[in-house]
């Protein structure tokens, strides 16, 4: 059949719109694409996804947020991060990240003690939060704790020989200060000797192994503050007995000896009185905390007495330690035979007990409020460490972030977002060995037999015409 002239010029034509069409299809799609963008997570247990209480906290944060990560040029880690922080800047675009090599800024690196696994700085609206490992808990964490804004006073009693939160000495508790002074949090350090009571707008008191004992007076005032509900952070030493009265009122008892740990020699610590953790006990300051812990010269505590607290074990030593009363030199050994007593062993609870109007403590104006909202649970912490806040020890692995969620958690800012970890679901196939020969023999030698004779049969048929 012959087709005309014209014909052909009208099929030219409908191909001609037909591709223009086309063309100006694509263009359109590729404009839409670029301007606006749609995603879809199909995994099963949505791991390429926020979670609704992280996006929930975005939506709380209208200013930029902005994320400093020092890093070495680990290209690996470092796309694993950006994938993380990509999931929020999704959700909110004026977040931003930033890596920076540690080797680069070694003045930086010493500002912030920048350890070799590198740090993360999350800032927003001129607070910040450090941290040592990322993930989508500890970085929403992260998020909720520097939008927080309100200023909180905690008292640091002196006149003892305590450690001070504004001292510069290696035992002082300084460069922990400076921590709570940037997270808008007010570390007051008061001598009872001239103070008539407790300051009222004091969120919690701390008690940091006094090496005198207290006055009868001040000793009063600090148990009516326990007596009317108020907040405590207690740390003691090995063979300090000067606040043995106020655990006597908690319900505990330090035991003799120092605390010896012969899995630190693990670790590169060859004296034993260092006490490791590693392996945290469930409570809300430990929440998806995962680094270790360092403890110089920790003295092991006992719950002797059942009182109106409940206490929770928050601390506890390996099971290869135990309880030295002898001098820490040379080899030691456990003696069975004496005082010291083997571990696991506890060194630091956790305490609380509700509160009443008859045993709440309470102030004037707005903390009165917060009180009634807040304080309805006494919280109490003892530590028979007071060396691991110090400025010598504080920047040993995760202290301070242990420290900081000590303080949290007893000024009642413990609102910790408990994000479960999403597995990557197993991509493992287990056959049983005849599936795997049907498999096998199916792929190997079926299939191509099979497309063997369809092309034979093919070009037989094609042959005979």
Same mark, same amino acid.
């Given at each position: ?87 929020? !800047? +999704? /959700? ?10 540690? $080797?680069?800024?070694?003045? &930086?690196?010493?500002? *912030? ?109 600090? !148990? +009516? /503050? ?10 003691? $030493?090995?063979?300090?007995? &000067?606040?043995?009265? *106020? ?219």
């Amino acid at each position: 059949m012959k087709i005309s002239a014209h014909k052909h010029r009208q099929i030219r034509l409908k191909n001609g719109l037909f591709t223009l069409v086309l063309i100006c299809l694509l263009g359109t799609l590729a404009w839409l694409s670029a301007r606006y963008s749609t995603e879809t997570d199909i995994t099963r247990n949505a791991g390429n996804s926020l979670s609704a209480a992280s996006k929930k906290l975005l939506d709380s944060l209208p200013d930029n947020i902005v994320i400093t990560a020092y890093i070495k040029k680990d290209t690996a880690l470092r796309s694993q991060i950006s994938q993380l922080v990509t999931r929020y !800047k +999704r /959700h909110k675009s004026n977040l931003s990240l930033t890596f920076i090599n540690p $080797d680069s800024q070694p003045e &930086k690196t010493r500002e *912030l003690n920048i350890e070799a696994a590198g740090l993360f700085l999350v800032e927003y609206q001129g607070r910040t939060e450090k941290l040592n490992f990322i993930d989508e808990s500890s970085l929403t964490n992260a998020l909720l704790q520097v939008a927080n804004a309100d200023e909180r006073w905690v008292t640091f009693l002196s006149g003892h020989g305590e450690r001070t939160p504004d001292g510069i000495a290696n035992f002082d508790l300084g460069q922990f200060g400076k921590e709570l002074e940037r997270r808008k949090i007010k570390a007051l350090a008061s001598n009872l000797a001239t103070l008539p009571a407790i300051p009222d707008n004091s969120a919690l008191l701390v008690l940091s192994a006094p090496a005198v004992p207290f006055l009868s007076g001040e000793l009063d005032l600090v !148990k +009516r /503050h326990i007596q009317q509900g108020g907040n405590l952070l207690l740390m003691t $030493d090995p063979g300090n007995h &000067k606040l043995d009265d *106020l655990l006597k009122i908690l319900g505990l008892r330090q035991l003799p000896g120092t605390l010896v740990d012969s899995k630190s020699k693990l670790y590169g610590i060859n004296d034993p009185s260092f006490v490791l953790a590693s392996d945290y006990l469930p409570h809300p300051i430990t929440q998806g905390f995962q680094t270790i812990t360092v403890y110089p010269v920790t003295s092991a505590l006992l719950n002797v007495e059942e009182t109106d607290f409940q206490p929770v074990e928050l601390l506890k030593s390996a099971a290869q330690s135990w309880t030295e009363t002898g001098p820490i030199e040379g080899k030691i050994v456990f003696d069975a035979d004496g005082e010291e007593k083997q571990g696991p062993l506890v060194f630091a609870y956790a305490l609380t007990r509700k509160l009443d109007a008859t045993n709440s403590k309470t102030g004037s104006g707005q903390d009165s409020a917060k009180t009634s909202t807040k304080s309805a649970e006494q919280r109490i912490v003892v530590v028979g460490d007071g060396d691991f806040l110090s400025n010598a020890y504080l920047g040993n692995v995760g202290n301070m972030d242990i420290g900081l969620r000590m303080i949290n958690w007893l000024i009642h800012d413990d609102r910790f977002i408990n994000i479960p970890t999403k597995i990557t679901t197993d991509k493992s196939l287990q056959l049983s060995p005849i599936a795997i020969g049907i498999i096998g023999f199916g792929f190997l030698i079926a299939i191509p037999l099979l497309l063997l004779g369809t092309g034979v049969y093919i070009w037989r048929k094609r042959k005979q015409r």
